[in-house]
């Protein structure tokens, strides 16, 4: 009898110390399991910074870039064939290959001035002693040539006119005309250029100093930033009549990007932001000019989206996932609320990186989906409204509303921590302002033409490294609204620039400002 007691209790014990080793083993296996995730989440962002730092940033691949490898190899080609060619001709063994009778005539644009360079023969006295030949008709080859950018000095004369029976007691003279800077070195035109180079072309003031150094020209940097600030601070009317235009639209596209600023008496450079909103209906061939206006601000609160958006009438918003922008549908705190519509290049952005350092059939998966709807948008770009919505109705729908239940059942299978399950839940939690596009043919799916608006801006703070003050970034916003809103409508920026301060300068009116809108300038 004691001995199946002691060995019940034996049992006991050795069932308990089981249960504890079995329940240590779980929770070694879950930390484990975390421990895992976690490896993997790191490795997934040392991937993703350095394909961020080294890598391309488009998730689309530029078919330029295809041809980067051979531009050595046929460049290399090139001599090879120069050098075989004058071998030929040292040898009298080359062979003329068939030519066209008049290469390169036409190709080249016809608003580009011809100069003729005429090579007559050395004699034209025929060999027979017949006298002099007669032309009976000519070859003409086109080559394209290239001045670089000269410099030249505008000379402004002002004739005195005296009467010498009145002793000079009359006199006539032209009054002097209204210049950007009094008494200064620029015309509207070189100014012009300099603020397009830097904000349109990515040339720091500096660099462009250095250029016109090899034409013996000696602009400081802080020269040139100070003409285009004058310049900028001239054209704030257009610039604020633009936005009040673009106040009247309902159909918005509003993203932001990082500017380094110098803070003042520290040395250091802090973050701020340019806010971005865009107007363009081409995509579903609207009546209004397309237009794009920068604004600078310390802060990426919502309330400098309700700032910039003050006056609006409200309408549909088309914006990336930043929380801030919520506060702009809520009828609490925006007197005119807007509906918020939802970028899906960003949703999709979040599956492409993912699937770069995890190979997963979930993100391949959604991506083919994502691309169906593209390849439908592709198709009615440029059509009406109603055509849009009416295709998209039929098409895209069925698409968007099976995506959600397959997602959802994905989440079943993930864990709560895990990435993917957290971009899945991106989507899923903006489901209303994703779909708002199929009930709507003026909405694009997805924030590009803003995006493709803001491209400029890092380009040109990578070459800048930073503004040097606030006010300096203020007008770098003012500046890159012009430019861009030029480039939205085709129009040649610098010739913009130059003509328009020329007419402020001599004293356009105030009344008469729609004239002088990017998208009425003729050269």
């Avoid at 329940?23 to 991937?47: G, K, Q, S, Y």
């Avoid at 290959?97 to 005539?105: D, H, L, S």
């Avoid at 995506?403 to 989440?411: F, G, M, Q, S, V």
Wanted: hydrophobic letters at 40%; aromatic letters at 6%; a positive charge.
């Amino acid at each position: 009898m004691a001995s199946s007691t002691i060995s019940a209790a034996r049992v006991a014990d050795l069932e308990r110390r089981l249960a504890v080793s079995e329940a240590a083993r779980i929770d070694a296996e879950t930390r484990l399991a975390e421990v895992e995730e976690a490896r993997a989440r790191l490795e997934r962002l040392l991937a993703q910074m350095r394909r961020a730092t080294f890598g391309a940033k488009s998730e689309k691949r530029d078919p330029d870039q295809h041809n980067l490898p051979f531009e050595d190899l046929e460049a290399a080609a090139g001599m090879l064939a120069a050098a075989s060619e004058a071998a030929d001709k040292a040898t009298g063994t080359r062979k003329k290959a068939p030519r066209a009778p008049e290469p390169n005539k036409g190709h080249l644009p016809a608003h580009l001035p011809r100069i003729e360079q005429v090579i007559e023969p050395d004699s034209i006295l025929c060999p027979c002693g017949c006298g002099a030949m007669q032309k009976v008709g000519e070859s003409r080859i086109e080559r394209l040539d290239v001045i670089p950018a000269q410099f030249r000095v505008l000379v402004t004369v002002r004739p005195k006119y005296v009467c010498r029976a009145c002793n000079g007691a009359q006199h006539a003279q032209a009054p002097a005309p209204e210049w950007l800077v009094p008494r200064g070195l620029p015309t509207e035109a070189l100014v012009a250029h300099s603020m397009v180079a830097k904000f349109g072309d990515y040339l720091p003031f500096y660099r462009q100093s250095e250029i016109y150094r090899r034409q013996g020209i000696d602009l400081d940097r802080s020269m040139l930033a100070e003409w285009s600030g004058r310049a900028a601070q001239l054209l704030s009317p257009v610039i604020d009549a633009m936005m009040a235009e673009l106040r009247r639209s309902d159909r918005l596209q509003m993203d932001e990007t990082t500017v380094p600023v110098l803070a003042p008496g520290t040395g250091a450079v802090r973050k701020d932001w340019l806010w971005v909103v865009l107007r363009d209906q081409r995509g579903w061939g609207g009546s209004d000019p397309p237009i794009v206006v920068f604004h600078h601000s310390p802060s990426r609160g919502g309330a400098v989206a309700q700032e910039i958006l003050t006056g609006c009438a409200g309408g549909t918003l088309l914006v990336d996932g930043h929380t801030g922008y919520d506060v702009l549908a809520d009828p609490k705190k925006t007197a005119r609320p807007w509906a918020l519509a939802f970028c899906w290049t960003h949703w999709r952005r979040r599956f492409v990186k993912f699937s770069q350092d995890t190979p997963s059939p979930i993100c391949d998966e959604m991506i083919g989906r994502i691309a169906s709807l593209y390849a439908i948008e592709k198709e009615i770009r440029g059509r009406d409204p109603a055509t849009r919505r009416a295709v998209r109705q039929k098409f895209s729908k069925p698409i968007v509303e099976a995506l959600r239940p397959w997602l959802e059942a994905c989440l079943q299978d993930l864990s709560s921590a895990n990435e993917l399950a957290r971009h899945i839940r991106y989507g899923l939690k903006r489901w209303d302002g994703l779909t708002r596009f199929l009930d709507d043919g003026r909405l694009e799916m997805d924030t590009n033409g803003v995006e493709n608006a803001i491209r400029p801006i890092p380009l040109t703070r990578k070459n800048a490294l930073f503004a040097g003050s606030t006010d300096g970034a203020k007008t770098w916003a003012r500046i890159a609204s012009l430019i861009g809103t030029c480039k939205l409508n085709g129009v040649n920026p610098e010739a913009y620039i130059a003509a328009t301060l020329r007419k402020i300068l001599d004293n356009h009116m105030q009344r008469d400002i729609a004239e002088l809108m990017p998208w009425n300038f003729r050269e």
